[in-house]
């Protein structure tokens, strides 16, 4: 029988986390896993268990990253907050003034509505190869011809994997960087976050590889799944191209692509720290990273509470960030960040000054509300509480 190693460690009155934790290997599906919170400041949680591989032969190390998915589209969003504070545009500026090319901006799109997915760009009508998407100029010239599926800012609909050239585009013709260089220049390094928008070579080798759900040591319940019905817009957005997370994602190419929406390489702790310093007004171990004003620009809201055009269900937006919807993110309605396909998470708690990072290899299967990562979550806040 396998047995997973825990590592880290945890302040006193949060050993009921790694309780939680531990159980997520022996009780569930995890294969290997990292998790973190910090607390104004304090890293309060920092663990890692299990493996690396498929096969339970590799240890997960203190310094694995792996591939976060959607989480990352959180992380890009804090760093564009950067050219705020920066005061290179608002989030209010038009699209159009900044990038005229793009068609979906024509009628006044602002940057606000680009980033909280409603310029109706939730995917291409031609088909697509995941080879495709390491094209940048070539992505952005179909992207810029492509007739939105709804008239933009009239509605919301999830950009799943095309979300990331938006704000890319955007950086790059503000800067004449890439959203990687600036997250990692202007988020990452100052705090001392181990999380990466294009991976070097050289650190190819601490990756931890991807095990899809098919994979899983329980699947789901098929019949409830074949019940569910998904919007037409559905498999346009997400299955166009389909991304295979051993064959695609865990590729050289893919590590060292920058696709904003999908591809960073991050562990618990780098993202915990990211959002533990936007949960505390911007600053962490005396760095600060953004202004508190750019922060409360970045997380108004933009979409309500309504069902999305694409995932089908009630989501709330701010400017490239996830507004709490149903308690995702705790017990705070304020709190914002962004989850990633399989299970893993960051997002800030403001009023706690939490910032809260979980990252695993084991996706998870279907679409059950009792994950590994909301256990977690629930055992920070049972901690809080309690202390």
Not at 77 to 88: E, M, Q
Not at 363 to 382: F, H, K
Request: charged share 20%.
């Amino acid at each position: 029988m396998t047995t997973f190693p825990v590592q880290g460690f945890v302040a006193p009155g949060f050993e009921r986390v790694r309780d939680v934790f531990a159980r997520n290997f022996t009780d569930d599906i995890e294969v290997g896993a990292s998790f973190s919170a910090v607390v104004r400041g304090e890293t309060v949680v920092d663990l890692w268990g299990g493996y690396v591989d498929r096969a339970c032969t590799r240890p997960w190390q203190t310094d694995t990253l792996v591939n976060v998915y959607s989480t990352t589209k959180g992380l890009a969003a804090i760093a564009f907050a950067c050219l705020v504070d920066d005061g290179l545009l608002t989030y209010e500026t038009p699209v159009a003034t900044l990038w005229p090319e793009l068609r979906a901006a024509r009628d006044g799109l602002t940057v606000g509505q680009l980033l909280s997915h409603q310029a109706g760009l939730c995917g291409l009508r031609r088909s697509l190869a995941v080879e495709d998407l390491y094209d940048w100029r070539g992505m952005i010239g179909h992207l810029e011809t492509e007739e939105p599926h709804w008239t933009p800012g009239a509605g919301a609909g999830y950009h799943a994997v095309l979300w990331g050239f938006l704000p890319g585009e955007l950086v790059l013709r503000l800067t004449g960087q890439t959203l990687g260089t600036l997250l990692a220049k202007r988020i990452a390094r100052p705090l001392g976050a181990d999380v990466h928008l294009g991976l070097p070579d050289v650190e190819h080798g601490r990756v931890a590889d991807l095990v899809g759900p098919n994979h899983a040591r329980r699947q789901p319940d098929l019949a409830a799944l074949a019940g569910l019905r998904l919007p037409p817009l559905y498999a346009c957005a997400l299955q166009n191209p389909s991304i295979r997370p051993w064959q695609d994602a865990c590729s050289p190419t893919w590590r060292r692509a920058e696709i904003a929406a999908a591809n960073a390489q991050a562990n618990a702790r780098g993202i915990a720290r990211i959002y533990g310093a936007v949960a505390d007004g911007g600053l962490l171990e005396g760095m600060r990273v953004l202004s508190p004003e750019a922060i409360r620009a970045l997380t108004v809201q933009e979409v309500g509470d309504q069902d999305d055009l694409v995932l089908g269900r009630p989501m709330r937006r701010a400017r490239g960030v996830m507004l709490n919807t149903l308690h995702q993110y705790g017990p705070n309605p304020d709190s914002f960040g962004h989850a990633g396909a399989g299970g893993s998470v960051g997002f800030a708690d403001p009023a706690r000054g939490l910032g809260v990072g979980y990252a695993m290899n084991q996706m998870q299967p279907g679409i059950e509300t009792d994950t590994r990562g909301g256990r977690l979550i629930a055992a920070v806040y049972a901690s809080l509480a309690a202390g």
